[in-house]
């Protein structure tokens, strides 16, 4: 009987500590998603900067997402694809098209939405603007390997993220030549009659504090077992086997 006592109360302090653990650990994702909020606001005042060239796709991470970029080059409508998308217009799809920098880079540019009736570039010839344009929005990571439970087919050209890698590959683009990101251009970028740009969602659900009181709570009930245990009479106590 001892044994199991003991047995328990180190399984009964361990899971105490634990809950502590993650308790402190929510703590401290909070901080972090706090001051991610603050990163992005930052970058969303900002004034828009030239793309990140080459030498700096490497150092592209986290911090760089939703900074506001401007885009220079041409169009290639011919290589665009369409990933599915519901926004609050519907269901439909992004309009990624590659843009050739004055350079010779590639980068991706999410034109923006267009509705399932829109979905062939024929319905949306007009505005398949030729020539060299000026693109401003903000920087997005790329989305490898397709939706929840829906993976991206490449060669049936049915897309459900936006996977840069993947999407430049397909379009034979040359991979050392394609920017690691894509840029979601903004409203002021739309064409009439083109993609809907400028809907970018940017939310960050912040329940941290309240995952870090549900673990305090579960710490809380161990310590009272804890307790009990230690002022239970070692002879009258029927402990669980454990």
């Known amino acids: 009987m ?34 991610l909020v603050e990163q992005v606001a930052q970058h969303l005042a900002a004034s828009p900067v030239p793309v990140p060239g080459p030498g700096q796709w490497q150092a592209i991470g986290r911090d760089d997402a939703y900074r506001r970029l401007r885009a220079e080059g041409v169009f290639h409508h011919d ?5 599915q998308a519901v926004t609050e217009r519907g269901p439909g799809c992004w309009v990624l ?16 939405f ?38 991206n087919d490449p060669a049936g050209n049915r897309w459900h993220s936006r996977d840069v890698a993947a999407i430049a590959a397909a379009r034979g683009l040359p991979p050392d030549r394609v920017a690691p990101y894509f840029l979601d251009a903004d409203a002021e970028s739309s064409v009439p009659g083109g993609p809907a740009g400028g809907l970018t969602v940017i ?12 673990w305090y709570g579960l710490a809380l009930m161990v310590l009272v077992a804890i307790w009990m245990l230690l002022r239970m009479p070692a002879g009258k106590s029927k402990l669980p086997a454990l």
Not at 79 to 83: D, G, I, M, R, V
């Open 79 to 83: 290589l665009e694809a369409c990933t």
């Open 97 to 112: 098209t590659p843009l050739q920098t004055d350079a010779g880079d590639w980068l991706l540019v999410n034109r923006g």
């Open 2 to 35: 001892k044994r199991r006592r003991l047995a328990l109360m180190a399984v009964l302090a361990a899971a105490f500590v634990g809950l502590l653990l993650l308790g402190n650990w929510q703590l401290a994702r909070r901080e972090w998603k706090r001051a």
């Open 203 to 214: 939310r960050f659900a912040d329940n941290h504090l309240v995952y870090a009181l549900t």
């Open 114 to 151: 267009v509705d399932e009736g829109h979905r062939d570039p024929a319905s949306r010839a007009a505005a398949q603007v030729a020539g060299p344009v000026t693109v401003t929005g903000l920087l997005r990571l790329s989305e490898p390997n397709g939706g929840f439970l829906r993976h």
